[in-house]
């Protein structure tokens, strides 16, 4: 017992110590990186500017001076469009806005022809273009691009007439004109993953540390919060997987982004795995809550474990920002094993005993986003676990 007892005290005095430097590391690369996003920001808006300029313009040259077209709105129109739908799934928001470019055209001018112009006209114009698209999609990118267009033909058909199919060119020459300058001018795919997962590591962060609060001060309340946060992220992840199929067009599509192709594949990797790791820290939280309403037996090893999640991902998240891979987010990511094989000697309830699998299924899967294959992930957190039993037991 004695001997138990001095193990437990050598474990957290070292997890103490293995917490401050995590510390003095994540808020040193913190601080970077705050005072970092305005400019990143800026720098991103800034490329989408530009590639919107100088788009518009390819546009407008080419069906303006190649096709003769006297005022070619619409070319300069999709083109913009298409730059601003240009972040995920680029393919299929294009033609999203050129299904919506086509409906407007075809409504608006069929209806002026017969109902004429006005404010009413208009009115009608747009709400009848905009059903129309929402019959061919249910995209927003669609329904904006619909009524915009319908707009546009309701005003500028008394000054312009009969110019359906120029029109319609032109869409299609402005869609093609973006494509192509986001292939010659590429936004930066890494920077566009990591503003996607800024937010959602965050937020993972802040409901892992406050679920091991609570499950360290019996407040079910707290870790139900927790819990239900944790839930509450499939919108951001949804983001996140937009984002990395954004990026991947970027690295297919623009030969100044090839070079990002290795980068990305991490980032790629890294983001598929940290989406079961997700799944399995929702169920984690939601058998700790269970738990600890259940006043079940809650040793500190099982928040403890859960807080060293929370600090695994601060530290994964600086390490692809930085680039300084190291092994240090593995050996936190297996320190929440050790703890969770202390509670589980220790003795835990039905509930617990799923929290501490689970913790089991979440090191699994962030050791496989760190570059683990799955059969050697789950042999070092099976030995992980067995072995501190076994320290435990002697």
Same mark, same amino acid.
């Given at each position: 017992?004695?001997?138990?007892?001095?193990?437990?005290?050598?474990?957290?005095?070292?997890?103490?110590?293995?917490?401050?430097?995590?510390?003095?590391?994540?808020?040193?690369?913190?601080?970077?990186?705050? *005072?970092?996003?305005?400019?990143?920001?800026?720098?991103?808006?800034?490329?989408?500017?530009?590639?919107?300029?100088?788009?518009?313009?390819?546009? *407008?040259?080419?069906?303006?001076?190649?096709?003769?077209?006297?005022?070619?709105?619409?070319?300069?129109?999709? +083109?913009?469009?298409?730059?601003?739908?240009?972040?995920?799934?680029?393919?299929?928001?294009?033609?999203?806005?050129?299904?919506?470019?086509?409906?407007?055209?075809?409504?608006?001018?069929?209806?002026?022809?017969?109902?004429?112009?006005? @404010?009413?006209?208009?009115?009608?114009?747009?709400?009848?273009?905009?059903?129309?698209?929402?019959?061919?999609?249910?995209?927003?990118?669609?329904?904006?691009?619909?009524?915009?267009?319908?707009?546009?033909?309701?005003?500028?058909?008394?000054?312009?007439?009969?110019?359906? $199919?120029?029109?319609?060119?032109?869409?299609?020459?402005?869609?093609?004109?973006?494509?192509?300058?986001?292939?010659?001018? @590429?936004?930066?795919? $890494?920077?566009?993953?990591?503003?996607?997962?800024?937010?959602? #590591?965050? +937020?993972?962060?802040?409901?892992?540390?406050?679920?091991?609060?609570?499950?360290?001060?019996?407040?079910?309340?707290?870790?139900?919060?927790?819990?239900?946060?944790?839930?509450?992220?499939?919108?951001?992840?949804?983001?996140?997987?937009?984002?990395?199929?954004?990026?991947?067009?970027?690295?297919?599509?623009?030969?100044?982004?090839?070079?990002?192709?290795?980068? #990305?594949?991490?980032?790629?990797?890294?983001?598929?795995?940290? !989406?079961?790791?997700?799944?399995?820290?929702?169920?984690?939280?939601?058998?700790?809550?269970?738990?600890?309403?259940?006043?079940? @037996?809650?040793?500190?090893?099982?928040?403890?474990?859960?807080?060293?999640?929370?600090?695994?991902?601060?530290?994964?998240?600086?390490?692809?920002?930085?680039?300084?891979?190291?092994?240090?987010?593995?050996?936190?990511?297996?320190?929440?094993?050790?703890?969770?094989?202390?509670?589980?000697?220790?003795?835990?309830?039905?509930?617990?005993?799923?929290?501490?699998?689970?913790?089991?299924?979440?090191?699994?899967?962030?050791?496989?986003?760190?570059?683990?294959?799955?059969?050697?992930?789950?042999? $070092?957190?099976?030995?992980?676990?067995? !072995?501190?039993?076994?320290?435990?037991?002697?």
């Amino acid at each position: 017992m004695a001997e138990g007892a001095d193990d437990k005290g050598w474990a957290r005095r070292a997890g103490s110590q293995v917490e401050a430097r995590v510390a003095g590391t994540v808020g040193g690369v913190s601080r970077r990186i705050n *005072w970092q996003e305005r400019r990143r920001s800026l720098e991103l808006y800034a490329i989408l500017a530009v590639q919107a300029g100088v788009a518009a313009a390819v546009a *407008w040259t080419l069906a303006h001076e190649l096709l003769g077209h006297p005022s070619p709105v619409f070319a300069p129109s999709a +083109a913009v469009g298409t730059i601003a739908a240009a972040i995920g799934r680029r393919a299929r928001r294009t033609l999203e806005l050129l299904v919506g470019v086509l409906a407007g055209l075809l409504v608006g001018d069929a209806l002026i022809m017969v109902i004429g112009t006005g @404010p009413w006209q208009i009115g009608t114009v747009v709400t009848l273009a905009i059903l129309f698209a929402l019959t061919m999609s249910r995209g927003g990118s669609v329904v904006t691009q619909a009524g915009g267009t319908a707009v546009l033909i309701a005003t500028l058909s008394p000054i312009q007439g009969g110019l359906e $199919v120029p029109r319609v060119i032109d869409a299609v020459i402005g869609a093609i004109s973006a494509v192509l300058v986001v292939a010659v001018l @590429p936004v930066n795919p $890494v920077r566009i993953i990591q503003r996607a997962a800024r937010p959602l #590591f965050a +937020a993972l962060i802040e409901h892992l540390h406050d679920a091991a609060d609570g499950m360290s001060r019996g407040d079910a309340a707290k870790v139900a919060r927790a819990r239900d946060g944790l839930f509450g992220l499939s919108s951001q992840l949804a983001l996140l997987n937009d984002a990395v199929t954004g990026a991947q067009e970027a690295v297919a599509v623009s030969p100044a982004r090839w070079h990002r192709r290795r980068e #990305f594949e991490h980032y790629q990797r890294g983001i598929r795995y940290l !989406d079961l790791a997700v799944g399995g820290g929702q169920e984690m939280l939601r058998r700790a809550a269970t738990a600890v309403h259940d006043d079940e @037996p809650i040793p500190t090893g099982l928040a403890a474990a859960v807080d060293y999640f929370g600090d695994a991902l601060a530290l994964l998240q600086v390490e692809a920002e930085s680039q300084q891979h190291s092994k240090r987010s593995e050996q936190l990511v297996l320190k929440a094993v050790d703890y969770a094989a202390e509670a589980y000697d220790e003795g835990v309830g039905f509930s617990g005993s799923v929290v501490v699998a689970q913790i089991r299924t979440v090191a699994t899967d962030l050791l496989r986003s760190i570059g683990r294959d799955e059969e050697e992930a789950v042999a $070092v957190v099976r030995r992980r676990f067995e !072995d501190r039993r076994h320290e435990l037991q002697r």
